[in-house]
T-cell receptor, first 112, second 110 residues
């Protein structure tokens, strides 16, 4: 059953703690992306990776970090430096060349 | 910066009516894509139209592209309650990024 998975669906953390969001895909896609979505808003790109062991900052990378050690996995760490981390986080993947992106179900992070 | 801007921000229609959403963008594009998002869920790709295409159909969806006006429209015909969702356009900015607009929230009333 091919697809892209994110876990957990809901995540609660105390302010000052780092937290890592998981994203896994078995679609054999080269490219993977992390987006942030705030209520009633569109998606903003945090980081993206076109190939294993390489990634680039998106529009709002400050306070976030990523790794791409395996083709299937692209975890996102929300660090304590992120000033307003509460949001809905979406992971996506695509074949190289900007074809359609396939999205995971999202992780809703709440930091108090 | 927002590459795509959808209009209207919200649209409410009766079931069976047609729904039209518009998207404007700022820079040259290779393709423009439309996505749907049900509340609290991930996005689902609907349709991709290339810069050399003017119109594309997929089931009840019709997308048009006017590169001279830097605009696209999504028409959903014979709307159903299940079409209630947010709809986003997205286009490539620069060499590597797909940039999404803020979306149109569509509500289909029974």
């Amino acid at each position: 059953d091919g697809g892209i998975t994110q876990s957990p669906k809901y995540l609660f953390r105390k302010e000052g703690q780092n937290v890592t969001l998981s994203c896994e895909q078995n679609l054999n896609h080269d490219a993977m992306y992390w987006y942030r979505q705030d209520p009633g808003q569109g998606l903003r790109l945090i980081y993206y990776s076109q190939i294993v062991n390489d990634f680039q900052k998106g529009d709002i990378a400050e306070g976030y970090s990523v790794s791409r050690e395996k083709k299937e996995s692209f975890p996102l760490t929300v660090t304590s430096a992120q000033k307003n981390p509460t949001a809905f986080y979406l992971c996506a993947s695509s074949m190289a060349g900007f074809n359609e992106q396939y999205f995971g179900p999202g992780t809703r992070l709440t930091v108090t | 910066s927002q590459q795509g801007e959808e209009d209207p921000q919200a649209l409410s229609i009766q079931e069976g009516e047609n729904a039209t959403m518009n998207c404007s963008y700022k820079t040259s594009i290779n393709n423009l894509q439309w996505y749907r998002q049900n509340s609290g869920r991930g996005l689902v790709h609907l349709i991709l139209i290339r810069s050399n295409e003017r119109e594309k159909h997929s089931g009840r969806l019709r997308v048009t592209l006017d590169t001279s006006k830097k605009s696209s429209s999504l028409l959903i015909t014979a709307s159903r309650a299940a079409d209630t969702a947010s709809y986003f356009c997205a286009s490539i900015q620069g060499a590597q990024k797909l940039v999404f607009g803020q979306g149109t929230r569509l509500t289909i009333n029974p």
